[in-house]
């Protein structure tokens, strides 16, 4: 028997764990600059893992029921990525004064490997 939640919820643990991989190699590779490149990208990186988990959390957290509250934890789970990713990314460059770059290359790398472990792990 097929659980689709159960599924879901795996899914998403191998997209967090390729997205981490991918914030740590961006953070590596921008060491050839300095700390605080790296430190950025880490920080937009991880802002990125985490919005995706809350998401995950909200969205696959009801349990099995109808569609409408299906479609309502799908929504409210991508609304609440989208703020909080953009209230990280505002925290970094606004109150820890990070570089706004590297936070954002790292936040495109890190949804791209969201993309391909969610394509690569049919």
Not at 18 to 40: I, M, P, T
Not at 46 to 67: E, N, T, Y
Request: glycine letters at 14%.
């Amino acid at each position: 028997m097929l659980n689709s939640v159960a599924a879901g919820r795996r899914q998403t643990g191998r997209a967090i764990a390729w997205q981490v991989a991918a914030a740590a190699l961006v953070a590596l590779a921008c060491l050839w600059r300095d700390g605080r490149w790296s430190a950025a990208a880490l920080f937009g990186g991880l802002a990125v893992v985490l919005a995706g988990w809350l998401s995950a959390r909200i969205a696959l957290g009801g349990g099995i029921g109808g569609a409408g509250p299906a479609v309502a934890r799908l929504l409210a789970g991508v609304l609440a990525k989208w703020l909080l990713l953009v209230a990280a990314l505002a925290l970094g460059v606004l109150a820890f004064g990070l570089p706004p770059l590297p936070m954002l290359l790292a936040a495109v790398a890190v949804l791209v490997a969201q993309v391909l472990a969610l394509a690569l792990g049919r």
